[in-house]
C-alpha cells in the first residue's frame, strides 16, 4: 500500500511580481509613457482595466496637446489675445484638476469615465466599465 503523505501548506511565500491593478491603474496617468509602457508589456496589457485607464490617459493626453494648440492658435489673432491670457491658466487649471482626480481615483481601485476619451478608451480596451 503506498503511503499517504501530508501535505504542509507554505505560510511564507513571496508575494505575485510586478504592481496591483490598482497601482498600475494609477501610474497610467502619470503621463503618457508608463501607459505606453502598459500597453506593450505582457502581464499588463492583457488586463481590461489597466488597458482601458492606459488608453483613457493616452486620449487625454492627446486632448491636453489638441486644446493647447487651439488656445496658442487664438492667442496668435489680434484682438483675441486678450483672450488668449484668460483662458490659457483656466483650462490648464481644468486639466491639471481633472488628471488628478481621474489619478487618485485609479490608485483607489474606482473608475472614472472622461466623457469623450471613455467611449474609445473602452473601444480600444475591448472593457465593459
Known amino acids: 500500500m503506498p503511503e499517504q503523505t501530508?501535505?504542509?501548506p507554505?505560510?511564507?511565500q513571496a508575494p505575485a511580481a510586478g504592481l496591483?491593478?490598482?497601482a498600475t491603474?494609477?501610474?497610467a496617468y502619470?503621463?503618457?509613457i508608463p501607459a505606453?509602457?502598459?500597453l506593450a508589456t505582457a502581464p499588463y496589457n492583457q488586463n481590461p482595466k489597466v488597458r482601458f485607464h492606459s488608453w483613457q490617459s493616452i486620449c487625454l493626453a492627446i486632448g491636453w496637446v489638441a486644446v493647447w494648440v487651439c488656445i496658442t492658435v487664438i492667442g496668435m489673432i489680434p484682438g483675441l489675445n486678450l483672450l488668449d491670457i484668460i483662458l490659457a491658466p483656466l483650462v490648464s487649471l481644468a486639466f491639471f484638476v481633472l488628471w488628478l482626480i481621474v489619478m487618485i481615483n485609479a490608485f483607489m481601485g474606482k473608475t472614472i469615465k472622461?466623457?469623450?476619451a471613455?467611449?474609445?478608451a473602452a473601444k480600444q480596451s475591448g472593457a465593459q466599465i
Open 10 to 12: 507554505q505560510i511564507n
Open 30 to 32: 502619470v503621463t503618457f
Open 25 to 27: 491603474c494609477g501610474l
Open 36 to 38: 505606453i509602457i502598459f
Open 20 to 22: 496591483s491593478e490598482s
Open 118 to 120: 471613455a467611449g474609445f
Open 114 to 116: 472622461v466623457p469623450i
Open 6 to 8: 501530508e501535505q504542509t
